[in-house]
């Protein structure tokens, strides 16, 4: 409602204030602009005013609403501050908090400020996002991730540096000094090296310079073509000339031991005490200062040789040891004989290329585990001599029960669609109407209702898939089958199945299987039950 006005007031002179002036008060605090009706009267206010909290309002230009001035509870006064604006922006507007405004010539300064956003974890940085247009967290890579711009270069991702982001190098860029990091077939003259089923080709040469003492240089010798050894005394020895390498009947073998090594008889260094001193003919020779010694034919017998362990004799060759010993770098034949296997959890992975055999104490089957981490046994596998077909792969497959997912997956490694397929719960857990489907990497489990939550693992299957083979013979829609370890597939089931109420329960399956029937509770009412294995032994368990 406007201030009152005086109708026909009396002017304001020297002497007197009229009611034209009051009027003017009266306009001023009725939404009139007074200045437009005398430009002279523009109210200044010198005098400090005070407002309570929301009682500051400004009208919009079409004067239908207002922003309100609201003052917190504080204890104490304080003083906002208006910026004084440069002369290239005589007009600005005020920054709230929720409003989404677009900044200019700000300086943030991060140590008096934070820059948060809710979902961010440690390690994130911030990157620009076109969506929205906006700096988002970026979270961390995975460990010893570096950041790279993706391969169209449009945008920022964490990764490994691979051989084809490393420029063109030379051995003054680069330097591998660690051995792990080099082919292992390398061959050290710091370490013993075992060269495998090769050769090494050596080339005939002059006698070279000798080694350094301690040291035996072998070389071809190109004046005996022979293969020989360089003293570090400058001897050279053949190592194919008769009594230097293995014997055979007839000649004395003859041995030679350095200074240094045993010495018979002598006293100095060591000693070699022969129990039959008859046995060898020790002579002197000077050269070198060389002892030869020559043993006579079957002269060393067992009662000769004093016990050893096994830190003192090693046996290298195969024809040297029993030729009923497995080797791990052979094709081994058994004859007819078995290979006893206890049953063991599911092992670690082998390495790629490689199948685990194993007796596996969860299904009590003798089970294969691939470098990929599945588990098929090997007693559920069709198929067999003649045709037939069968189950390529299967096994037990776990999953975690979140309470609400519904979807799992099981992978199956087949590398393509499979044409026959199984999943069957194992677990109380587990148990459920689910619907399977299965592409060329996993088979799909749809369930109704979600599975219960669970710990790890805690959802457990038995499953299979495989081809069938082009001998195998279709059901007759009109004829009666025996189906032994088939699963009903989708189709069957957007149909029904027709069981017949039992007034007994049946009998107990085998551990690995799991058996469900319908079964008389009391009149009018039928219960849906399953016989299953718990903790080694088979309960009953009632689900409707």
Same mark, same amino acid.
């Given at each position: ?87 290239? !922006? ?51 890579? *995975? ?35 660690? !051995? ?8 050290? !003259? ?215 997912? !519904? ?129 080694? *032994? ?7």
């Amino acid at each position: 409602m406007p201030w009152p006005k005086k109708i026909g007031a009396n002017l304001t002179t020297a002497e007197m204030f009229g009611g034209d002036y009051l009027n003017r008060v009266s306009d001023y605090f009725s939404n009139v602009d007074v200045a437009a009706v005398d430009p002279t009267f523009q109210p200044k206010i010198a005098t400090i005013t005070r407002f309570k909290t929301q009682m500051l309002r400004v009208r919009n230009p079409a004067d239908n609403n207002e922003f309100t001035i609201e003052s917190p509870a504080i204890t104490e006064g304080h003083t906002i501050s208006l910026p004084l604006l440069p002369s290239s !922006k005589i007009s600005d507007e005020m920054v709230t908090r929720t409003f989404i405004q677009s900044l200019e010539g700000k300086v943030f300064d991060t140590i008096l400020n934070s820059v948060t956003e809710s979902a961010a974890a440690q390690g994130a940085l911030l990157k620009f996002t076109t969506t929205g247009s906006k700096f988002r967290a970026f979270s961390r890579g *995975a460990a010893n991730d570096v950041l790279l711009t993706n391969p169209t270069n449009t945008d920022l991702i964490w990764g490994k540096v691979g051989d084809s982001m490393i420029s063109a190098h030379t051995t003054t860029k680069i330097s591998t000094t660690s !051995k792990s990091l080099l082919n292992s077939q390398i061959m050290y !003259k710091d370490e013993d090296t075992n060269v495998g089923a090769h050769y090494f080709d050596v080339a005939q040469m002059a006698t070279p310079a000798s080694p350094p003492s301690g040291v035996r240089r072998h070389f071809v010798n190109q004046a005996t073509g022979e293969a020989s050894v360089l003293t570090s005394s400058g001897a050279v020895v053949s190592l194919e000339a008769a009594g230097t390498g293995g014997g055979g009947a007839g000649a004395d073998e003859e041995v030679i031991i350095r200074e240094g090594g045993a010495i018979v008889g002598s006293g100095v260094g060591h000693k070699i005490n022969f129990i039959n001193p008859a046995h060898f003919d020790v002579s002197e020779d000077l050269v070198d200062d060389e002892y030869e010694i020559k043993i006579a034919d079957n002269a060393i017998t067992d009662a000769l040789v004093s016990p050893h362990t096994t830190t003192k004799i090693a046996t290298l060759s195969k024809s040297l040891l029993n030729s009923a010993i497995v080797f791990n770098d052979q094709n081994n034949n058994l004859g007819a004989f078995y290979v006893d296997l206890v049953a063991i959890p599911a092992p670690a992975n082998p390495p790629a290329g490689t199948r685990r055999l194993y007796d596996d104490s969860g299904t009590g089957k003798l089970s294969v585990k691939t470098s990929a981490g599945n588990s098929y046994s090997l007693e559920e596998q069709g198929g067999g001599a003649g045709g037939g077909g069968g189950m390529m792969a299967g096994g037990t497959a776990t999953g975690t029960g979140t309470g609400s997912q !519904k979807i799992f997956t099981i992978a199956h490694g087949m590398g393509t669609v499979p044409e026959v397929f199984f999943v069957e719960a194992a677990s109380i857990e587990a148990l459920g109407f689910f619907t399977r489907t299965a592409d060329a990497t996993n088979i799909i489990l749809t369930y109704t209702i979600a599975p219960p939550t669970t710990s790890a693992g805690g959802l457990i299957y038995r499953w299979g898939a495989g081809m069938l083979a082009s001998a195998l013979t279709p059901l007759s829609p009109t004829s009666i089958h025996t189906l032994i370890n088939k699963t009903y597939q989708d189709a069957l089931f957007n149909t029904y199945i027709d069981m017949t109420e039992q007034v007994t329960d049946p009998a107990d399956p085998t551990l690995n299987i799991i058996r469900f029937y319908p079964k008389t509770i009391d009149a009018g009412n039928v219960g849906w039950y399953a016989k299953l294995e718990q903790n080694g *032994a088979i309960e009953k368990v009632r689900m409707i």
